[in-house]
């Protein structure tokens, strides 16, 4: 038996709780895909532990990460396959090693009809969710480029490496890789980072930092 999410937990019939609780918890590795486009929705996913992150491939081949679902958060794309069915448009990978629980699509359906806690909450998530993404759109759309980097670089560093691809990066800000190339070198020639294959060295993160801050 898992542990519901407080936020889920709270105004939950007993009998729903019951339900849920005894659907059975399961790992995914890392690196696994959980849906492709044109898929469409068998569930609504609980994450328990880790990360799984939602990107959107254009026919060019660019990518932009939509969001990320992490412990109390929902996927947007899968309450919008359950509610409306609709085909999935992004893909969902696991980003590391994931707990999660699958509430099968009868289930769901039958909670969101007879318990308001349950509908309460799914319909919360799904606003938080919506309201993120109009933030994506309107960082991608007004935003300079590398004011996002900045904030990307800030975000994903432990300590002071940053363990992404430029194509990585570009995904997360919503760029083209030759558009963060060319960024990282102009952070380098001022000696804020230094550029390996794989991962980004920060040597100057004050100054990366009083960057991002712009967009505030």
């Not at 790992?27 to 898929?39: E, I, M, N, S, T």
């Not at 759109?137 to 992404?164: I, K, M, N, S």
């Not at 102009?186 to 712009?214: K, N, T």
């Amino acid at each position: 038996m898992w542990t519901l999410p407080p936020d889920l937990a709270r105004d939950l019939a007993p009998e729903s709780r019951k339900l849920l609780t005894d659907l059975p918890n399961r790992v995914v590795p890392k690196g696994q895909v959980l849906f492709r486009a044109g898929d469409l929705a068998q569930g609504f996913v609980i994450v328990l532990s880790g990360r799984i992150e939602v990107r959107l491939t254009a026919a060019s081949g660019r990518e932009i990460l939509l969001y990320a679902v992490e412990p109390g958060e929902s996927c947007v794309q899968t309450t919008l396959g359950l509610m409306g069915d609709e085909p999935y448009s992004g893909e969902a990978m696991t980003a590391s090693e994931v707990e999660l629980v699958l509430i099968p699509r009868p289930i769901f359906a039958r909670l969101l009809d007879s318990d308001p806690g349950f509908r309460a909450f799914v319909l919360r998530a799904f606003g938080q969710r919506m309201a993120e993404l109009t933030q994506l759109l309107e960082r991608v759309a007004f935003g300079r480029v590398e004011v996002r980097l900045a904030e990307a670089l800030l975000d994903l560093a432990e300590g002071e490496l940053v363990q992404a691809t430029q194509a990585e990066l570009a995904a997360r800000i919503g760029s083209a890789r030759e558009v963060v190339s060319r960024r990282l070198e102009a952070f380098a020639r001022q000696g804020w980072v230094s550029v390996e294959r794989g991962h980004v060295r920060l040597h100057d993160p004050e100054e990366i930092r009083r960057l991002a801050a712009q967009a505030m």
